[in-house]
């Protein structure tokens, strides 16, 4: 069995310093030491390598799944990855959980954010089950 321990942050530029206030952006997230810790530990493992290594990995993702048939588009930064459809996305995003593979949505994309460390058979194995389920 696994474990999953969310950590929200937000990240804004200066220019936007006062648009939350006090008690006005809670998170459910928000608070758990045990998830700070956690959070705390992979910002001091992040490195140029790591981050090398992220952004081969998501050229990789952006490839593979622009070799579907049923892909309109691919676009993203590292592993943060949107994919456009040319099939029913609540179709695919059901297909892909059935076949083991969590995906999100968002704004009527397929949404993909696995691990920045998640080791690269791995990735190809959930790739492949993805694009099973895109083409299928």
Not at 13 to 34: C, K, M, Q, Y
Not at 47 to 61: P, Q, R
Not at 102 to 107: E, M, R, S
Request: charged share 25%.
């Amino acid at each position: 069995s696994a474990e999953i321990f969310c950590f929200c942050v937000v990240v804004h530029t200066s220019h936007r310093r006062n648009a939350l206030t006090d008690h006005t952006h809670g998170s459910t997230f928000g608070g758990n030491p045990i998830c700070a810790a956690g959070a705390i530990s992979i910002i001091d493992r992040l490195d140029d390598d790591l981050m090398a290594d992220v952004l081969k990995k998501g050229e990789y993702v952006k490839k593979e799944l622009e070799s579907c048939q049923n892909v309109e588009w691919v676009s993203g930064l590292g592993l943060m990855i949107g994919v456009k459809l040319k099939k029913d996305l609540m179709e695919v995003v059901n297909g892909c959980v059935d076949a083991g593979v969590l995906v999100l949505t968002a704004n009527g994309l397929l949404r993909l954010l696995p691990p920045l460390n998640i080791p690269m058979d791995v990735l190809q194995k959930g790739i492949e089950k993805i694009k099973a389920v895109i083409d299928g």
